[in-house]
């Protein structure tokens, strides 16, 4: 079973569609920086539907020792930008990153990256549900900016007839 780290955008929408606890049954470990808990406790502060860490025991916090300097000038958040150092620092484990940037980034650099929608699809590749199409939908209620393309196209890969949104 891979080993996972996790930015913020991952663990708020698997959570706001209750699917957060399957990445213990498809990782044997997750990491979250301390950044990515400070971005989840801001959005707690302010109201937002996002995951308490704590209640999650699986989910260990693990700084990088460093930021490469080059990535300091992209227009990414304390949350990626450490996630994607962590991930740098432990090449055998996959990064979960939703963000375009961050995620063609990281593959530059010849990480394994997953966005949440990959999850889904592993998720249903292990059994973990039956039909992802009603957990696309959440997701795109829940906020997640999906585009007609990129829907038919995960369903597709899942196997699944998109049925009219």
Do not use: C
């Not at 950044?35 to 996002?50: I, M, P, S």
């Not at 961050?102 to 549900?129: D, N």
């Not at 992802?132 to 997701?139: F, K, M, Q, T």
């Amino acid at each position: 079973m891979p080993e996972a780290i996790s930015n913020t955008s991952p663990l708020v929408y698997l959570y706001r569609i209750q699917a957060i606890d399957w990445l213990p049954r498809l990782f044997s470990s997750v990491w979250t920086p301390t950044a990515v808990v400070e971005e989840l406790k801001e959005g707690q502060r302010r109201g937002f539907d996002v995951p308490h860490p704590r209640r999650y025991p699986w989910l260990e916090v693990v700084d990088p020792r460093a930021t490469p300097s080059e990535w300091l000038s992209l227009d990414l958040g304390p949350g990626e930008l450490a996630a994607m150092a962590l991930a740098l620092e432990n090449r055998t484990r996959v990064i979960l990153l939703d963000d375009l940037l961050a995620r063609r980034t990281t593959q530059a650099a010849g990480l394994r990256v997953w966005g949440t929608l990959k999850v889904l699809l592993e998720a249903k590749s292990q059994g973990l549900t039956e039909r992802i199409e009603p957990l696309v939908d959440r997701l795109s209620e829940t906020g997640m900016w999906l585009s007609a393309e990129i829907r038919e196209r995960i369903l597709a890969l899942a196997g699944e007839t998109a049925s009219k949104a």
